[in-house]
């Protein structure tokens, strides 16, 4: 009895080991938890199937104003990765405890661009903005995002920051001052230029690709997070954004990478 009671146990204990390994095996990576600008959704909801392909890994993006990210990241949110639409924010992280020091790099440079939901509404030149002819001017948030930062840059450097003052409407983020075009309830807005390029959804109507010298380059850093300084599938998404692969859809969203 003894010697069949010892035999079972020896049977059942590498049996065990080989299910569990079996079952780790067939369990999925956890997703990356990816804080990210509003303006890179859409390009990094694009790049999520090649991701997985290539490292095994999915994502859990959450998008938002960079401002509004950083103040979530600050009170504890569990974010692993931040792909913000500015280095300013990357880089206090970092210098505040919140984000791993050295891993901070441009992952891309946006591009700003003026436009209209009506065909034929935005020249070439950007003209249209001194003319007036219109009611609302939508833009995002300059305190909050960027963008609207740029944006606002645009407007002073063409003379036009106190005519057009009373003419704004203020989005929380670049993807809610798109909305604000598209819906009709601003006839032009200052948008990514990135909003414009989807291959899937062309947003069509005119628009005006912004001069980069009339505003500062909008340099988009990427930074770990200390919530994700452990986790291989952070890491693995920080290298795979500067992969060929990952280029050619910044490039075709209209980033220069």
Excluded at 115 to 124: A, I, K, Y
Aim: charged content about 15%; overall charge positive; some cysteine.
């Amino acid at each position: 009895m003894r010697c069949g009671l010892l035999r079972t146990r020896w049977l059942v204990g590498p049996l065990a080991a080989v299910l569990a390994t079996a079952a780790l095996a067939a369990t999925p990576a956890a997703d990356v938890q990816v804080a990210v600008a509003a303006n890179f959704v859409k390009p990094l909801q694009a790049m999520a199937a090649g991701f997985r392909a290539a490292t095994g890994h999915g994502l859990t993006i959450i998008p938002g104003a960079t401002g509004k990210l950083y103040a979530q990241i600050v009170a504890g949110a569990p974010f692993e990765v931040l792909l913000a639409a500015d280095q300013a924010t990357p880089a206090r992280l970092v210098a505040e405890g919140h984000a791993v020091a050295g891993s901070a790099y441009t992952y891309a440079i946006g591009r700003l661009a003026l436009w209209s939901r009506q065909p034929g509404r935005v020249d070439p030149g950007g003209a249209v903005l001194a003319g007036g002819h219109f009611a609302h001017l939508a833009m995002a948030n300059p305190r909050l995002a960027p963008y609207g930062a740029a944006a606002m840059q645009v407007l002073q450097a063409r003379g036009l920051a106190g005519a057009l003052a009373p003419k704004l409407v203020l989005g929380e983020n670049i993807a809610q001052t798109f909305q604000f075009v598209a819906s009709g309830n601003a006839e032009l807005g200052f948008v990514a230029l990135s909003q414009l390029r989807d291959p899937e959804r062309p947003a069509g109507g005119s628009a005006w690709e912004v001069p980069q010298s009339l505003y500062s380059p909008i340099r988009q850093d990427a930074v770990l997070l200390t919530a994700g300084a452990a986790d291989p599938g952070a890491r693995a998404l920080l290298a795979w954004l500067r992969s060929a692969d990952a280029r050619r859809v910044l490039v075709a969203y209209g980033y220069a990478p």
